[in-house]
């Protein structure tokens, strides 16, 4: 295909790479990714959930996972940092009864001690002690997490050697700190699965969202790389790169 083409689609993605929420709806069928886990975050919810637990959610998004899981609103709270979502998160999980309060994951959080019997969170900022202090006791927090080595065959591809962007996002470092904090460890899983992209210009959207492991992305500046990726695709029918995800489930005593 014309190089002039090209950029001119890419260009196209990389000024529509915003989200709403946690949304990656604009490249399904584009790419595919966590489809072989050893474990099922959802299952691991339900499987301890009951109506009359009060539940934390840390880094809640939009609130889409929490919303599907239909937990009774008056014992749901969530907690989210970043300005669009928290904006999100007041038009919609407000009216509906949910305990939303901004707050940062990393941080103090902004809820009383021992006020929830599981606190939950998907890909968010970890704060052990904090999610100890607000947990009853005998209360359970589960997470699944991305692993320091997360998509680094596709960050590569794009923009050479880079270092990783957060080193410290290992399962037996996190783990250890839980249990620093006085967790006991029930189920810890890590593993490395396969992530896919179909078109360049999928992969394009997805660094340009995902700014944090792909710093100084633009199609401008990585324009050679991306003409190497759409021989590479040309030639082998994808993309592929490795997901780094882990599990925890922990109990406070």
Known sequence: MNHEVLLQAWRAEEAVAHIHG????????RYEEETN????????ILSVLKPEMKILDIDTGGGEFLLSLHHPYENTAAMENYGPNVQLCRETLLPLGVDFRPGDGDGAFPFGDESF??????????????????????????????????????????????????????????????SAAGFEIMDA???????????????????????????????????QALFHAQEQLERDGCLEGKTHRFFLMAKKG
Do not use: M
């Open 117 to 178: 019997d599981l606190v939950i969170n998907r890909h968010g900022d970890l704060n052990a002690r904090e999610i100890f202090r607000v947990l009853k006791p005998g209360g359970t927090f589960i997470t699944q997490q991305v692993g320091a080595e997360n998509d680094r065959e596709l960050v590569e591809l794009l923009l050479g050697p880079t270092p990783l962007p957060f080193p410290e996002q290992y399962l037996s470092l996190v783990s250890d700190g839980f």
């Open 189 to 223: 899983r890590e593993c490395f699965s396969a992530i896919r992209f179909f078109d360049v210009g999928a992969l394009v959207w997805f660094a340009r969202i995902i700014e944090w492991e792909f710093p100084g992305f633009s199609v401008e500046t990585c324009r």
């Open 37 to 44: 886990l050893p474990w099922d975050y959802r299952d691991a």
């Open 22 to 29: 946690w949304d990656f709806s604009h490249i399904d069928g």
